[in-house]
Structures are given as structure tokens and as C-alpha cells.
């Protein structure tokens, strides 16, 4: 019997009478969004397909590394000692993601573009394409005594973002969850209260089917390693979740397994065994930016930050032919 997690608290109201169920879906961010949700009567479908659309879109605008003329772009372009205004998305990403940057001591640092670059996992140079080579140590340590220098500096009463020379931003980790949760705010302006949101496997849920039932998720898996149907359960009433692998993005380094989750710290991919972290929290820019964090801190260290913090996290790791799960309190609190 497979684990089933729900919310601490519920709200039980249903769907308003003649709501009817329906799908929005399109491309960004690399990927595939959609969204299911229980439209009110009186809502326009098709235009808040559209209005999803945009936000997503904006997104992209503000914080693509793929988009040479994104905001992000043009800031990792920008001289040294130069102040960049900054619109509220691309605020309230940086301000976050600094934030967990520092209380993980960088173990998570939303400016490690240069080194995702560097290992192949970047926009340009990429380790799929022919004549990629992984780094040598000496490149490694000059890239990671320049960026001790180069961390940005955020001016939060004047929402302006400082380039110190060098400092290239990556926002891969937070800014599909920060996607989701743009999705469910357009919804909810839109006055839809019941529906679950996707970007790329990351989600957010709010409300209620039309059979009181809520919308039910199942836990993302480590591919190769467990049968469909042995993974846990999640009631997204109110919740995001997300997961970090080491299983999507990487490429043999001599005898080790080079994932595409680096640790800023050392300028190595991380090499502790973590096949995948999930992270259940209130948003989903939380849960995709933690989720790495953790990756990056190991199964030790990261389990006893998020259990300082009540962050309810699932780590599974790599043992000898299996998958060893642990989980923090705060998870193990959603357990029914």
C-alpha cells in the first residue's frame, strides 16, 4: 500500500454550480504547461487560455538564458558597477532565490550561470553536442575565484538589481515553479478557485473536483527504479511540488555520473548519491528552488536544514541495487 499524503487543513467547498471541467495547455520555458480547472460559469475559456499564455510568456521575457534579449540576458551582458531596474516578476524571483542562497551558506546560488556554462548544461557548448569536454580542474578553480567577487547585490527599497562585473544569473532552478505559481494567481484573478497547475512536472492544485474529490498527484519517480503506482500520493489542495533529479540531464565523467545539479560551493557536479529530492510546500517557486538546495546539500545536511525549517522534503538515495528513502517531519506530518 502505497503512501498517500493530504493538507493539515481543507477547505471542503465545491466547484459553484454549472462550473465545468476544462483543459488549457501550450508550450514554454522548453517545455509543456497545462492546467485543469473548473471553469465558472460566466468566464471566457478561450481568453484565459490566452491571459496563461502571457504570463508565461513575460516570464520568459524577463528571465530566459535562452533569449538573447531576455532581461536576464542583457543583465549577465552589463558592465561592471551598473544598476538594472527590475519589474516585479523578475523581482520577486531574485529577491527569493538570493534569499535561499544565503541560508544555505550558497550551497544554492542563483548566479552560477557561468559554471552551469562551463559543465555543458547552458544555452551554448552544450555536453550532448560533438566536441564537448568537461572542464579541467585549473579552468574550474579560475571560474570559481572570479565568481567569489562577482555575487549580485539586490537594493530591495529600490527594486534594482547590481552587476559587479562578471556575475552571470541562472534562474533554471526557480523560475518554472515561479511559473506555476503565475499560473495560479491569472487563475484565481480570473475567479477560478478549482484547478490544478503544471510546468514541465512541477505543479500547484487549489480546490476541488466536482466529486469533492481533490485533485490527486502522484510523486514524481526516479526512472528504472520503481514500478508506476509505488509512488506516494499527494492531495494538491493548497500545495506545490516539485522535484530535483539526477536523473534528467547528464553525462559520464570518467567512472562518475556528472549531473546537471552542480554544487556552487566546490564547482563540481554533486557527487553524494541523491537520485532525487521532493520538496511539498506552500508555492511552487518554494518547492523547485528547495528541491535543488537540498540536491546540492546531500542527504545529511539537507535533511536537517529542512527539518529546522519544517520543510516537508522526500530524499531518495542511491544504495547498493535500491532506492533508500528518508523524509523530514513536516512530510511525514501529510502522511494519512
Excluded at 492531495?235 to 511540488?241: D, P
Excluded at 546539500?297 to 535533511?303: A, I, K, S
Aim: proline content about 6%; overall charge negative; charged content about 20%.
Amino acid at each position: 500500500m502505497r503512501d498517500v499524503l493530504v493538507p493539515l487543513d481543507i477547505d471542503m467547498a465545491l466547484p459553484p454550480p454549472g462550473s465545468v471541467l476544462r483543459r488549457a495547455a501550450g508550450a514554454s520555458m522548453g517545455t509543456d504547461w497545462s492546467v485543469r480547472l473548473m471553469l465558472p460559469e460566466g468566464v471566457d475559456g478561450a481568453a484565459l487560455a490566452q491571459a496563461l499564455q502571457r504570463e508565461l510568456d513575460e516570464i520568459v521575457a524577463q528571465m530566459s538564458h535562452w533569449e538573447p534579449d531576455s532581461l536576464l540576458s542583457r543583465y549577465n551582458r552589463a558592465e561592471a558597477g551598473s544598476w538594472h531596474a527590475l519589474p516585479p516578476q523578475f523581482y520577486d524571483v531574485a529577491k527569493y532565490a538570493l534569499q535561499v542562497a544565503e541560508d544555505t551558506g550558497w550551497a544554492y546560488d542563483p548566479a552560477g550561470g557561468a559554471l552551469v556554462n562551463l559543465w555543458g548544461f547552458g544555452p551554448t557548448g552544450r555536453y550532448d553536442q560533438a566536441g564537448f569536454y568537461a572542464p579541467a580542474p585549473d579552468a574550474i578553480e579560475a571560474l570559481m575565484a572570479k565568481r567569489a567577487a562577482s555575487r549580485p547585490v539586490l537594493d530591495r527599497e529600490g527594486r534594482r538589481l547590481l552587476q559587479p562585473g562578471g556575475a552571470v544569473l541562472d534562474f533554471s532552478s526557480v523560475a518554472k515553479g515561479y511559473g506555476v505559481d503565475r499560473l495560479a494567481c491569472s487563475l484565481e484573478r480570473h475567479g477560478v478557485r478549482h484547478y490544478v497547475a503544471e510546468v514541465g512536472g512541477e505543479l500547484r492544485g487549489a480546490g476541488m473536483k466536482p466529486n469533492g474529490e481533490p485533485w490527486w498527484v502522484e510523486i514524481e519517480g526516479v526512472p528504472g527504479a520503481g514500478k508506476a503506482g509505488e509512488q506516494p500520493v499527494l492531495a494538491l489542495h493548497g500545495l506545490a511540488v516539485a522535484t530535483s533529479g539526477d536523473y534528467r540531464r547528464w553525462f559520464h565523467h570518467g567512472l562518475t555520473r556528472a549531473s546537471h545539479t552542480l554544487d556552487p560551493r566546490s564547482g563540481q557536479p554533486v557527487a553524494n548519491e541523491l537520485a532525487s529530492v521532493t520538496v511539498v510546500a506552500d508555492t511552487c517557486m518554494a518547492a523547485d528552488a528547495l528541491s535543488t538546495a537540498l540536491t546540492v546539500m546531500g542527504p545529511d545536511e539537507g535533511r536537517a536544514f529542512a527539518d529546522e525549517r519544517a520543510i516537508a522534503a522526500r530524499f531518495l538515495v542511491r544504495g547498493r541495487g535500491a532506492l533508500i528513502e528518508t523524509t523530514t517531519a513536516a512530510w511525514r506530518s501529510l502522511l494519512q
